[in-house]
């Protein structure tokens, strides 16, 4: 049996990745994938970047990575691109979107997102022919997949329908339900056609918010308010919009 832990949305926050990979670590599992998000809102994206191309085996791009390679006009993002630089950028720009593989008689699909639409941004109360959709054939195995895991929307949560499995692994660096890390963590025969024995789990790891909270302080970093807060609370900032 394989296992792998698949992270996301780490956002610059270093100490909530540290906490993950010894979790993840202690509990003996070797492979970890990343779902994107790596980069924003953070003050530690240069680490953070450099700490998943170290430990990930898989990378995939989010819509952060996507703005940090393609948008220049905007405060936030211009921030961080400059402490990236460029060949980190064009790391994130050179990212794939989605995964997909066979374990244990089933077709999974990781994305951040969405596999065809980086910006297709599903909830548990998004109708279910939106949420469908990330089921939709790809030009890789041009078949629907049994199993999509996402992250994206910094909520965990496994739910299941129509035969069909969708997992979130929630956010490592900007959760936004309870405040302390999240990540997933699957395991089944890889690469296996024949059905056998599946597991999707989520864990939650506490860390150290105040050392986040003390590494946002000694920068500069726009919209550092608005983070911490999110950090403390684990409300989005847009929630009273």
């Known amino acids: 049996m394989k296992r792998i832990a698949i992270i996301?949305?780490?956002?610059?926050?270093?100490?909530?990745?540290?906490?993950?990979?010894?979790?993840?670590?202690?509990?003996?599992?070797?492979?970890?994938f990343c779902l994107g998000d790596l980069a924003g809102k953070g003050p530690s994206?240069?680490?953070?970047?450099?700490?998943?191309?170290?430990?990930?085996?898989?990378?995939?791009?989010?819509?952060?990575?996507?703005?940090?390679t393609e948008i220049d006009d905007n405060e936030v993002l211009i921030w961080h691109q400059k402490k990236l630089g460029v060949e980190r950028l064009e790391?994130?720009?050179?990212?794939?979107?989605?995964k997909e593989f066979y374990i244990s008689g089933k077709l999974l699909r990781l994305c951040h997102a969405s596999p065809n639409d980086?910006?297709?941004?599903?909830?548990?109360?998004?109708?279910?022919s939106e949420r469908m959709k990330l089921f939709a054939a790809t030009p890789t195995l041009n078949i629907e997949a049994d199993v999509i895991g996402y992250g994206d929307i910094h909520g965990a949560h496994i739910d299941n329908f129509d035969g069909k499995t969708i997992?979130?692994?929630?956010?490592?660096?900007?959760?936004?339900?309870?405040?302390?890390?999240?990540?997933?963590?699957?395991?089944?025969?890889?690469?296996?056609?024949t059905e056998s024995s599946f597991t999707i789990s989520l864990a939650r790891v506490p860390y150290d918010i105040d050392l986040a909270i003390?590494?946002?302080?000694?920068?500069?970093?726009?919209?550092?308010?608005?983070?911490?807060?999110?950090?403390?609370?684990?409300?989005y900032r847009g929630s009273n919009a």
């Not at 980086?118 to 279910?128: D, E, I, P």
């Not at 302390?180 to 890889?190: M, N, R």
């Open 45 to 68: 994206s240069v680490e953070v970047v450099d700490k998943i191309r170290e430990h990930c085996e898989v990378v995939l791009k989010g819509n952060w990575d996507y703005y940090m």
């Open 118 to 128: 980086l910006f297709h941004r599903v909830y548990l109360s998004t109708k279910q």
């Open 91 to 98: 790391y994130l720009k050179e990212l794939p979107i989605y």
């Open 167 to 193: 997992f979130n692994v929630g956010s490592v660096g900007n959760p936004l339900e309870i405040t302390q890390a999240s990540y997933g963590i699957i395991e089944g025969k890889l690469n296996s056609k």
């Open 214 to 235: 003390e590494h946002v302080e000694l920068t500069d970093m726009p919209e550092k308010k608005e983070y911490i807060n999110e950090l403390r609370t684990a409300v």
């Open 8 to 32: 996301s949305d780490i956002h610059g926050n270093m100490p909530a990745l540290e906490a993950v990979l010894e979790d993840i670590e202690n509990r003996g599992i070797k492979t970890i």
